[in-house]
T-cell receptor
Framework: QKEVEQDPGPLSVPEGAIVSLNCTYS??????FMWYRQYSRKGPELLMY????GNKEDGRFTAQVDKSSKYISLFIRDSQPSDSATYLCAMSGRAGGSYIPTFGRGTSLIVHP | DGGITQSPKYLFRKEGQNVTLSCEQNLNHDAMYWYRQDPGQGLRLIYYSQIVNDFQKGDIAEGYSVSREKKESFPLTVTSAQKNPTAFYLCASSIAPGQGYSNQPQHFGDGTRLSIL
């Protein structure tokens, strides 16, 4: 079992839909959780960064962390064609003293007009 | 504007040739990283450095080498020993832990796509 599992998709939704992207993980030592957006042929861009459990909102984006279930989510409200990209989850913690994040494989999102 | 600059954007390697990918940052970050990204796979760590003149191997260091002579620069050399070098290479930087901060997220450059001729 990989440390971080993320469904690669693609996930195809109509414009205006609410999108839910998810990752599960196995390492209970993870404390820091990140979501990145990556457009084709570009580097990942940090969208959300959260510590421990709870919710964080930034505009149309909401990140949720449920440490008891080892499950994190990114919600995108009123999705736009410009949101079409690959979304990577990443997490890090004190496991073995490592602060280096572990990345999911990424979920490809397509928002069609 | 602060950021990470990777060059070149595209690079071609001939058999038996070493090639060097450039990564420069002006974010004043101590930590820098190199990742490899293959289609359908997550980011795999090649090397990382927390401080000038020091670096550590990541998960897939074989066939690669790095140097860290300046805080701003972390070049990656793909040697002829790397038999499958075709991939998208990403450089990242972050505030290193232990500087009074909790784990800080990484910021990425726009990558170099390496192909075999």
């Amino acid at each position: 079992q990989k440390e971080v599992e993320q469904d690669p998709g693609p996930l195809s939704v109509p414009e205006g839909a609410i999108v839910s992207l998810n990752c599960t993980y196995s390492n209970s030592a993870f404390q820091y959780f990140m979501w990145y957006r990556q457009y084709s042929r570009k580097g990942p861009e940090l969208l959300m960064y959260t510590y421990s459990s709870g919710n964080k909102e930034d505009g149309r984006f909401t990140a949720q962390v449920d440490k008891s279930s080892k499950y994190i989510s990114l919600f995108i409200r009123d999705s736009q064609p410009s949101d079409s990209a690959t979304y990577l989850c990443a997490m890090s913690g004190r496991a073995g003293g490592s602060y280096i994040p572990t990345f999911g494989r990424g979920t490809s999102l397509i928002v069609h007009p | 504007d602060g950021g990470i600059t990777q060059s070149p954007k595209y690079l071609f390697r001939k058999e038996g040739q070493n090639v060097t990918l450039s990564c420069e940052q002006n974010l004043n970050h101590d930590a820098m990283y190199w990742y490899r990204q293959d289609p359908g796979q997550g980011l795999r760590l090649i090397y990382y450095s927390q401080i000038v003149n020091d670096f550590q191997k990541g998960d897939i260091a074989e066939g690669y080498s790095v140097s860290r002579e300046k805080k701003e620069s972390f070049p990656l050399t793909v040697t002829s020993a790397q038999k499958n070098p075709t991939a998208f290479y990403l450089c990242a930087s972050s505030i290193a832990p232990g500087q009074g901060y909790s784990n800080q997220p990484q910021h990425f450059g726009d990558g170099t796509r390496l192909s075999i001729l």
